[in-house]
């Protein structure tokens, strides 16, 4: 029995035929403007981006502090201790083995937050939740690391105490 391909899905097949040559030609002509001299600063250095330039030390991670303050409203905290070396993939998440909801006030480390156990469908489950269960995912160390691009974000406070009087 023939079924043939709805319309939509014909007209999208042969539009991209012809679209996408010139999208090809448009990253041409974008890499020929940055070999032709144009000097852009970058994080990368001296280094074109056609050779690969080595990747960065491992900075000390500061554990300065066990409860850093949060800039924004739902930021996941930051993580104050290494984390280098842990394992967290499909088969194992090593930070569970603390943090989990059963260990955690035995190990005395913070507990993973009840949101972890939340499906999409906003119902509770007996474990983390599998969009939750990578960790670095949100949370990240904090590493003691020169400043590399000067910013001027402002935290949730000093924006809503600018609000409040004016004075920002």
Not at 14 to 20: E, G, K, P, R, V
Not at 55 to 77: G, I, N
Not at 82 to 101: A, E, M, P, T, Y
Not at 130 to 141: A, E, G, K, L, S
Request: a positive charge; glycine letters at 2%.
């Amino acid at each position: 029995m023939y079924n043939p391909q709805p319309t939509f899905f014909r007209w999208l097949c042969i539009i991209s035929l012809f679209i996408s040559p010139f999208n090809c030609m448009a990253e041409k002509t974008n890499t020929n403007n940055l070999r032709s001299g144009a000097n852009i600063a970058t994080l990368r250095g001296s280094s074109g981006i056609e050779n690969n330039s080595k990747a960065p030390k491992f900075t000390e991670t500061d554990v300065s502090a066990t409860l850093r303050p949060r800039s924004y409203p739902m930021q996941a905290p930051t993580i104050p201790h290494d984390i280098q070396g842990l394992q967290i993939n499909l088969n194992f998440n090593q930070c569970l083995s603390s943090h989990n909801r059963n260990v955690a006030p035995l190990m005395k480390v913070p507990a993973v937050g009840v949101s972890h156990y939340k499906n999409r469908d906003q119902v509770y489950l007996s474990d983390i939740s599998p969009r939750r269960y990578f960790c670095t995912q949100c949370h990240v160390p904090q590493q003691k690391a020169e400043i590399l691009l000067k910013n001027t974000f402002k935290n949730m406070e000093t924006v809503s105490n600018c609000k409040a009087d004016q004075s920002c």
